[in-house]
């Protein structure tokens, strides 16, 4: 481990149990968190001794890399509490709005119940800056020894219900009688908070993938795997059908006749919702690379504009700041409101601004989602080993041109790297599918001649 870095692009990442995973490592880890976050603490801070909030998704290696973690922060000099099963959108707010110092989730978002993470949160409930990582990363390699004494942080179960007060108190103006809401848990964090908000507000819940067992997180459910919900909602007539991902950060929707609803339309109808019911001064979202240019167009035709940002919720939230802006997020279902939301992206309060949408304009999600006419989109992802500069590669670099060529304003080329997996990721978009997918296949076959690999559809 001594090479590697330990944080990617949304914290520690990986299989549970092994390398910077394994228990004695994060506890290790643990101490170092607290101790470069300490150093940036007030002297009267440090000497109140300040307290570090902790929680886990529905994994089985949680509780015991969260009881790792713990040790390593009261070693530290943090006091350490736990929130037990909960999203990790609720960590963080919670982490703000109830003074913690810092806290810390326990979870690999919609990856397998293999894997696990470590997402750090500062006292706003903000992710931390590339710098305090790194230096976080010094300190654990200058002392990686682990923290062995002391037990498990203690689990405070107000803190879930103050969740879901904080979510109950923002959808006061929103009545849910009458409707039916399917919403698929993924056997994660939101299992137990994401019916009773739903029911709290007085919609007929259906429930589905809400008996987390510590081995069925998003197994064949949650936000990449949809097609139960879809099912569902046809099955029980429902209006609209949610489906998270494992700590709850993502949402997915399901009209009711049971097509999807992605990050992309969400953002198209939140958007061109508000600028009929309150226009924005700026009339622009942030929306990253992986966005459909249908999404793009749609806005066009109500004189929304598009800041356009490289992968990631992180870089979603700086630009949100950077022009004061009120909405971005992925394609991926991570959508953040700005200052409405503390910059947290969430799950279930996205799924409340949708169908305080959907109740305000009196039409079904299907008819608000319409206007999103998307491209024809093929991702391929290739195996490598190695991870040079794509573009640098110069039969890459012709293919690609040569592509962009054809396509011009009507299409274009993505590539990038997994930030988590050793992954090459091909994005062709056009109108053509049967074109676009010879084209992505072209580069994919290139990229796994030049670094060895085969590529493998995503």
Wanted: aromatic residues 4%; proline residues 6%; glycine residues 12%.
């Amino acid at each position: 481990m001594s090479g590697e870095r330990i944080f990617g692009t949304d914290g520690v990442r990986g299989r549970a149990g092994q390398g910077w995973l394994a228990p004695e490592a994060v506890s290790a880890l643990g101490r170092a968190i607290g101790a470069v976050l300490c150093r940036r603490l007030t002297p009267a801070a440090r000497a109140a001794r300040p307290r570090a909030l902790l929680g886990h998704d529905g994994r089985h290696s949680g509780p015991e890399l969260e009881a790792a973690l713990g040790r390593g922060l009261a070693a530290a000099g943090f006091d350490v509490l736990s929130a037990g099963l909960v999203p990790t959108p609720a960590l963080a707010l919670l982490t703000r709005l109830q003074a913690f110092e810092l806290g810390a989730m326990l979870s690999a978002s919609h990856n397998p119940a293999a894997d696990n993470g470590i997402k750090v949160f500062s006292s706003l409930g903000e992710k931390l800056p590339d710098e305090v990582e790194a230096e976080i990363e010094a300190a654990v390699r200058a002392d990686g020894r682990p923290v062995t004494a002391g037990g498990a942080p203690r689990v405070d179960p107000r803190l879930e219900r103050a969740y879901l007060e904080h979510l109950c108190a923002a959808a006061a103006d929103l009545d849910l009688g009458g409707m039916r809401v399917a919403v698929d848990g993924a056997n994660g964090a939101a299992s137990r908070v994401g019916p009773q908000l739903l029911e709290r507000l007085g919609a007929e819940v259906v429930a589905l993938f809400a008996e987390p067992d510590g081995v069925n997180i998003n197994r064949g459910c949650g936000s990449t795997h949809p097609g139960a919900l879809q099912a569902e909602v046809r099955a029980h007539g429902a209006d609209v059908g949610i489906a998270l991902d494992g700590d709850a950060d993502r949402c997915i929707l399901v009209d009711e006749r049971g097509g999807l609803v992605d990050g992309d339309p969400i953002l198209m109808l939140l958007a061109r919702h508000a600028m009929r019911a309150d226009p924005w001064p700026d009339p622009r979202i942030v929306a990253t690379v992986m966005s459909n240019r249908g999404l793009h167009r749609a806005l066009r035709e109500v004189g929304v504009g598009v800041v356009t940002v490289g992968v990631g919720d992180r870089r979603v939230v700086e630009a949100l700041k950077r022009d004061s802006l009120s909405l971005g997020g992925e394609q991926s279902g991570h959508i953040v409101f700005g200052a409405d939301n503390h910059y947290i992206g969430d799950g279930l309060y996205t799924a409340l601004r949708v169908l305080r949408t959907v109740r305000a304009s009196g039409a079904s999600l299907s008819e608000l989602a319409a206007p999103y006419r998307p491209f024809p989109q093929v991702l391929l992802n290739v195996p490598v080993a190695l991870k040079p500069d794509l573009l640098a590669i110069p039969a890459v670099l012709e293919a690609v041109a040569r592509v962009e060529d054809e396509l011009g304003e009507d299409g274009r080329v993505l590539l990038r790297y997994s930030g988590t997996e050793p992954l090459a990721r091909v994005m062709v978009e056009g109108p053509d599918a049967d074109r676009i997918r010879a084209m992505a296949g072209e580069i994919a076959n290139l990229i796994a001649s030049e670094l060895g690999a085969a590529p493998r559809s995503g």
